[in-house]
């Protein structure tokens, strides 16, 4: 399959600045690694390509020059940076011991904001580097005192407020475990996720913000408390002030206020470089969620490099990324605390009703560098009519864009709208690596509708079908060399085995991730979309099986199947295919009911775009829903490309969604953003 994009070197959307390249520090590591690392065919600090080739070949080289580059503070040293070169199970800088959590907290100034806390009403506060150490050091003693110990399970349902950054440090700090989930997750959503890691504490708000409201969770933090029969404690966070019920203040739970408040001197826990950190959850196509564990050692490394290097952040600056603490954006925004920038967490509505650019009204108040969003948020304002420019925007150097594919449209948008300056940084990666694959730097160019380049140390390349690499069509988007951040195993997969099939099946010892590129000749990166059936919504995973499951126990209706499908405006498509029950007819009082219960089930972020009835689902001759085939029909992929008709259990199916499919491109109904989150 050519890619459109498969034409000669077009001029790029923004050049480089020469004077910007010159003094970022990717240059100035450019000229420390050809100076001291021996990186080879370095001439030009500014030569990203010429950078990124050695990082590639030269994987030893370029990550023991970001450890020294970065400094990394290790307890005992390294032996080797890379030991064993495989895919699963290479093994990074054996013997090294250290902890994210000191080198979060070593580099920022004591009385300099770590923490500015804002939310979708314009208020806001800061925590000095100062108080952010206090608070982790009182948490970690809070911690040890209800029995957690190094490798112990620590879980919060928090929104993206300093609460949860605090809790996953002093997580950290003792080499326990963290993992976190939004609170528009439904209780019984959050059980199957981290009961699964047995937690011995759960951390909890009384709610959130969002789009004008006050959404109190008290009720569904106790449940899912109760759901969790290992823990030893609750802590209770007051974010919105409410009283939690006297009840649980007693006992085995413990307030916020008497968890963070205590005078205690930090100590931190030294791990091997292996250690987990955290488990984020991927959800597939069936079953529970699963649990993805990175290192202390690989995310340390990773984020310097993509944090310090990619995004050019370091003392003095900020960074301002719309996320929720279940996406993976999450974890790396926090993660700016180690480049000594400022980090700022968000509770609520990306574009509340009310003041629908508050976004880029915190931007310009708090002299924000790096203003972080996603593809939907950006079209979003533009059909909003929403002009950012009227805030003092000058602090903004760039605009960082993850989640999907983003449109070549939406570029001089920003231009026009932003500042013409602002490089508009498209990056695609994943929960899987908690990083990117591709993105940009102040050293590469931007094309409009591309990734600038592969980021440093990623060994990028597109497969066709019979497993070749090839620039100028898609293919599959592989790693070729190991990356540290690379999950260490998925929970409860004792033998590997489901860690292999997920990324390993279809190419032995190459990294297979699920997306469709297009590896341009001018260096850049084309993202298609998904090649698997993830549903990815604003960058936010979701499971089609927690879909499937809620709308199945429904009486009015048989079966259902949910797809996400990329369009060629930017736009993502999630309609919900429903058979109903014998004598029930798909009205839109069933489809509220339908709504509702996804909403109250699952999240807000699991409602689909649209709910239609369909004679059948199609499945495989064992069982198995059909939803890539089904997406890439809907796509206008030819029938005979996308499946055998003979491996269908009802191949008049495959001529139905196809046809749907036609109709939907005929009719070219515009895509409509009711939820830019």
Known sequence: MTSPHATPCPEPFLPSDPKTAARSRIADFARWAARHQGAEGIQDPTDYQALHRWSVTDLEGFWAAVWAYFAVDATTPYERVL?????PGARWFPGAALNYAHHALRNLHPDAPAITALDETGAGYEITGRELRARVASMTATLRDLGVAQG?????????????????????????????????YAPRAAADRFAQLQPTVLITADGYLFNGAAHDRRAASLELADALSTLKATVLVDHLGLTWPESRRTGLTVPWDDAATRTEDLTITPVPFDHPLWVVFSSGTTGLPKGIVHGHGGVLLEHLKILGLHCDLGVGDRLLWYTTTHWMMWNLVVSTLLTGATTCTYDGSPAPVARPDVLWELAARHKITVFGTSPQYLLAMAKLGIEPSVHDLSAVRAVGCTGSALPASAYPWVRDHVGTDVQLASTSGGTDIVSAFAGSAPTTPVWAGELSAPNLGVALAAYDSAGRPVVGQVGELVVTRPMPSMPLYFWNDPDGSRYRDAYFGAYPGVWRHGDWITLTSHGSVIVHGRSDATLNRNGVRLGSADIHDIVERLPEITEALVIGAEEPDGGYWMPLFVVPAPGVTLDDALRETIRGAIRTGASPRHVPDEILAVPAIPHTRTGKKLEVPVKRLLQGAPAEQVLNPSAVDDPDLVAYFAGLGAERRQARRPHTVEDVS
């Open 83 to 87: 030991a064993e070169e495989t895919m």
């Open 152 to 184: 112990d399970r620590v879980v919060g349902y928090l929104p993206n407020t300093p609460h949860a950054v605090i809790a996953f440090l002093a997580t950290a700090s003792l080499g326990a475990v963290w993992s976190v989930c939004g609170q528009d």
